[in-house]
């Protein structure tokens, strides 16, 4: 078994080497999709006409979130987020650019709309004309967590020596690096013991059939030893026992200062661990399966508890987040029905929220839309939650006739950045006019904030500023709140 040592080292920088091919034939399939937008039909256009044919261009790359248009100077002139951008390509790229035999080049650097990090593909054509797409760095991700997933390869992936992701831990064995042709970034990846062994497993898995059972053995009695003390044991332990409790956060119309519905969320209160914060545990209900267990138990409190308060919730809601693996589960649509059998008059006070960030596929898309479609039927409304935050955007929203659109906290942390958030915010405010979809605003937390907002156009809020999430009674007492003084103080200054 020895001798096979250099022939998984062999394997391992072939895998490094197809991973850097992949990431290249990727960048400049993208190339080839929007290069026609530099020709003269289209590049001479106005941005006003132009801004159609970025938005539809986009809509074919998958995770992009952006894409604009400069000229030899490197002035942006267009962007399928902004009819009148007023800023510059860096002379740093410009010079990749000109020094590149594709002219072509990578970069990972800060946006200026949202200040954050993000990966950048430039590319320029005749007359020195360009293009720019904004892409997340998890694309990267996506792109190769197939390829390294023999062995458990740890990788980090740098562009001009930035390191962009990275997933390599200490103790590693051995190390391979790969640097592109034609692009600049650099593939570098990492092995330890399991990678030996699954190599020496895939070659002479007969021989190793012994030895994979015993360390199979080993590990099962020693995660029974563990188990009881785990996050996971005590979670599921929690929903069997019914110990999550739900909390709901008010939204409210800022114009009169009424609640118009709230979003269930729930808590864990360990008694052993404390309070375990949901961005912990959600994930972790998920992995490991038991988020539909989560989903059922949070759906099954709102239903009695509208059930129970008919009066207060005549014309409220409540949502209820669904997770992308339960949403396409055909079973769920059947649980929800049978709960909904004889109680159809609360399906109107209900509302199911679908994060942005969810990726789906084609046919998974097809799935999708005929849940949505069972739910609709119901008399269920359909949110985005998290709009602006993941891959897809516009794209997303463009699948189906979704009720309500949540803004995220993002938008509203930046909102002091007048000259890149508010016209950002102008243009969803537009979008949802258009497409008939109300609009909440996610984590409003001062007077000041409330005020742009209103002006802009955003009534419905949801945030600290008028409530943290409330025990179910707490909710209830809220719903007869007069409107505050701040909220008059909001009202009378605003406009």
Not at 56 to 81: E, N, W, Y
Not at 151 to 157: L, W
Not at 300 to 324: E, G, L, T
């Amino acid at each position: 078994m020895l001798a096979l040592i250099p022939f998984s080292h062999k394997h391992h920088k072939k895998l490094t080497e197809e991973a850097t091919l992949t990431i290249e034939s990727e960048f400049y399939d993208y190339v080839a999709h929007l290069t026609h937008l530099l020709d003269d039909d289209f590049f001479l256009k106005s941005c006003d006409d132009l801004i159609h044919d970025l938005r539809a261009s986009i809509f074919g790359l998958g995770m992009a979130k952006d894409i604009a248009i400069f000229d030899p100077s490197g002035k942006v002139s267009c962007m399928s987020s902004e009819r009148h951008p007023s800023f510059s390509i860096y002379s740093p790229v410009l010079t990749r650019l000109g020094d590149s035999a594709g002219h072509t080049t990578l970069a990972f650097t800060q946006r200026v709309l949202t200040n954050n990090q993000a990966l950048f593909l430039f590319f320029t054509k005749q007359h020195g004309r360009g293009i720019s797409v904004v892409f997340p760095k998890e694309l990267l991700e996506v792109l190769i967590s197939d390829i390294f997933r023999f062995g458990n390869i740890d990788y980090r992936i740098e562009i001009m020596e930035k390191t962009v992701i990275s997933s390599v831990k200490s103790h590693q064995l051995r190390f391979e690096k790969v640097s592109s042709s034609v692009l600049p970034f650099t593939v570098y990846s990492a092995i330890s013991y399991p990678f030996y062994f699954q190599f020496l497993l895939s070659k002479f898995w007969v021989g190793l059939l012994g030895m994979a059972c015993a360390l199979f053995i080993h590990l099962y009695f020693s995660s029974r030893k563990l188990a009881k003390n785990s996050l996971e044991f005590s979670l599921s332990r929690a929903i069997k026992e019914r110990n999550l409790t739900v909390h709901y956060q008010p939204i409210v119309d800022q114009r009169d200062g009424s609640v118009i519905g709230g979003e269930s969320l729930v808590r864990w209160d360990d008694p052993v661990q404390g309070f375990i914060s949901p961005s912990i545990f959600i994930p972790l209900a998920e992995k490991v399966g038991l988020i539909e267990h989560i989903t059922y138990l949070v759906l099954d409190k709102v239903i009695s508890m509208i059930n129970s308060n008919k009066i207060a919730f005549h014309d409220r809601y409540i949502s209820v987040n669904v997770c992308r693996s339960l949403i396409l589960r055909a079973d769920f649509i059947r649980q929800v029905e049978s709960r909904l059998k004889y109680n159809y008059f609360i399906s109107e006070h209900l509302v199911f929220e679908i994060t942005e960030e969810a990726i789906f596929t084609g046919s998974e898309l097809v799935i999708l839309r005929q849940h949505l479609d069972r739910l609709t039927a119901l008399g269920i409304r359909i949110a985005v939650d998290d709009f602006g935050t993941g891959y897809s955007g516009l794209d997303f929203i463009s699948q189906y006739s979704f009720d309500i659109i949540k803004i995220d906290r993002v938008f509203v942390n930046n909102l002091g950045n007048g000259q890149t958030i508010q016209p950002l915010l102008e243009a969803i405010y537009t979008l949802t006019k258009t497409l008939g979809m109300a609009v909440i605003v996610e984590g409003v937390e001062d007077l000041n904030q409330l005020k742009i907002l209103r002006n802009l156009g955003f009534y419905n809020i949801q945030g600290f500023y008028f409530s943290q999430p409330l025990p179910k009674l707490d909710f209830l007492d809220y719903l007869n709140i007069k409107p505050t003084t701040a909220f008059k103080e909001c009202k009378s200054t605003a406009i």
